[in-house]
């Protein structure tokens, strides 16, 4: 029997696969500091240096330990997200700078951001995530007010362009949040999964954290739209200013009238929620 799983080494950097692959292309990109093997998307992921500019490279086509399913899905899905990224260019997502067609997989290439995962669950694993100061989620908990409620700006702001675009938000979470400390900057590094409108939930429990999802992206048949993002971005920002589903105002640090907006978007119900993430981020700025 092959002894698994099979130790790869990339400029000394090594990593873990199930089968053995054909890394020679990435040599072409540059080299490579840093591997992100542990991901449950079926991609494995690379930080590259090439004449001092850094790129993220997200690949499709390895089998991964940590993936159950077939690789030929998350090629299919890496290669539809492509568009995505193009049609939803903007300040707070991560920059797409190339793709590339292998005989064995595909690849996005991405301009480097210099932040750390929010949901770094292969480093801090909860409860770890919430308690370790070394960890971003709770180095960025400490932040000042103020500044986590810019992030969550820029958060609100994207989801509303993407909204404006024809596109509904799915599998967005705190894992999709990259934070750069240096600079207070935050970028959403995956959009993999978002979906153009019309979007029927066909699956039941949709992808994505249950922390975020809203009641609709469990039940098979349900449109996911606007309202459903709606409820997403509640959820976002009780991950950012409180914590997370325990939404009592006891755990809310920032203030009432910024609460009672956070709980309408997060009403199961789906009417009581705002109709947009528009008409959501009209009433967030107003109470402000």
């Known amino acids: 029997m092959p002894q698994r799983p099979y130790v790869y080494e990339l400029d000394k950097v090594a990593f873990q696969?199930?089968?053995?692959?054909?890394?020679?292309?990435?040599?072409?990109?540059?080299?490579?500091?840093?591997?992100?093997?542990?991901?449950?998307?079926?991609?494995?992921?690379?930080?590259?240096?090439?004449?001092?500019?850094?790129?993220?490279?997200?690949?499709?086509?390895?089998r991964l330990a940590s993936y159950g399913g077939d690789t030929i899905d998350a090629i299919a899905r890496l290669r539809y997200?492509?568009?995505?990224?193009?049609?939803?260019?903007?300040?707070?997502?991560?920059?797409?700078?190339?793709?590339?067609?292998?005989?064995?997989?595909?690849?996005?290439?991405?301009?480097?951001?210099?932040?750390?995962?929010?949901?770094?669950?292969?480093?801090?694993?909860?409860?770890?995530?919430?308690?370790?100061?070394?960890?971003?989620?709770f180095r960025f908990k400490k932040l000042p007010t103020a500044t986590r409620l810019l992030a969550l700006d820029r958060i609100i702001a994207f989801h509303a362009y993407m909204e404006q675009q024809g596109f509904v938000a799915v599998d967005f979470y705190d894992g999709s949040l990259l934070y750069d400390f240096s600079r207070n900057e935050i970028k959403i590094c995956d959009i993999d999964l978002y979906q153009k409108k019309p979007f029927i939930n066909t699956m039941g429990r949709l992808w994505g954290s249950s922390r975020f999802m809203s009641p609709e992206e469990f039940v098979r048949g349900a449109a996911i739209d606007e309202i459903s993002n709606v409820f997403t971005m509640g959820a976002a920002a009780f991950a950012l200013l409180g914590a997370e589903q325990d939404r009592s105002f006891a755990k809310w640090e920032a203030g009432e009238r910024l609460y009672n907006?956070?709980?309408?978007?997060?009403?199961?119900?789906?009417?009581?929620?705002?109709?947009?993430?528009?008409?959501?981020?009209?009433?967030w700025d107003a109470a402000l």
């Not at 040599?27 to 494995?44: A, E, M």
């Open 17 to 62: 696969l199930e089968e053995k692959h054909d890394f020679g292309w990435i040599k072409k990109l540059g080299s490579v500091f840093q591997v992100f093997d542990q991901q449950d998307s079926g991609n494995i992921s690379f930080g590259i240096e090439k004449a001092g500019r850094k790129y993220f490279v997200k690949y499709a086509g390895a």
């Open 261 to 283: 907006v956070a709980m309408q978007a997060v009403n199961p119900v789906r009417e009581c929620r705002f109709a947009s993430v528009r008409a959501f981020k009209s009433a």
């Open 81 to 137: 997200a492509i568009p995505l990224y193009e049609q939803l260019k903007h300040p707070s997502l991560v920059e797409l700078v190339d793709r590339i067609e292998l005989d064995a997989g595909y690849a996005a290439v991405f301009q480097w951001f210099e932040g750390e995962s929010l949901h770094p669950h292969w480093s801090f694993p909860p409860p770890a995530k919430y308690v370790d100061p070394a960890s971003p989620y």
